[in-house]
């Protein structure tokens, strides 16, 4: 059986932190659908259309990555895609706590569902996609924190 995991997040904006855990996962999964949220209530900074294309960019030579958004549960999406791994990133202790929680209400709704963990390297561990949004928001330069096909350029955010 194809082994399907998927990358849940804002994305708001992707991350080299974000691209490093989808690159050593590729090695444990078939297939990665990076499932981008959109919850309406959120205010985010760039649009779910503006946060697809900029993660499809960096996946374009890559048929194993996927970028799909979602609405709802993070289980529901995975069964409809017939997903039975959920990857995310560990980075601090701060976000072990708060994984630990999704995790096991996730495992309690869909216990058929594995989450996989996997640790940040050192150097992506300060970054954090509402810090990157700040740089943005304040007219500096993010790009050393975003992968290098994405050209923060191009892309207006929803205030800017
Ligand atoms: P959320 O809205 O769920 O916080 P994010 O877009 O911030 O989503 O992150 C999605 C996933 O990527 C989470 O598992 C998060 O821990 C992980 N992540 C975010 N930044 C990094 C980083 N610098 N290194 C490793 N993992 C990260």
Redesign the pocket.
Known sequence: MKKIAV??????P?????E??IRRAMSLFDEIIVAV?SNAL?KNFYSLETRMEMINKVFEDEPRVRVDYYEGLTVDFCKKNGAGYL?????TSA?FE??RA?GQVNRSMAPEIETV?????PE???????IVRDIIRSRGDASKFVPSAINLKDYKGIKD
Request: net charge neutral; aromatic share 16%.
């Open positions: 990358f849940p997040g804002s994305f708001d992707f991350t080299i932190g974000h490093a855990i949220g959120k990857l995310r990133g560990l980075r976000d708060f994984e999704i963990f996997l640790l940040t390297v992506h561990s300060f970054i954090n996609s509402t």
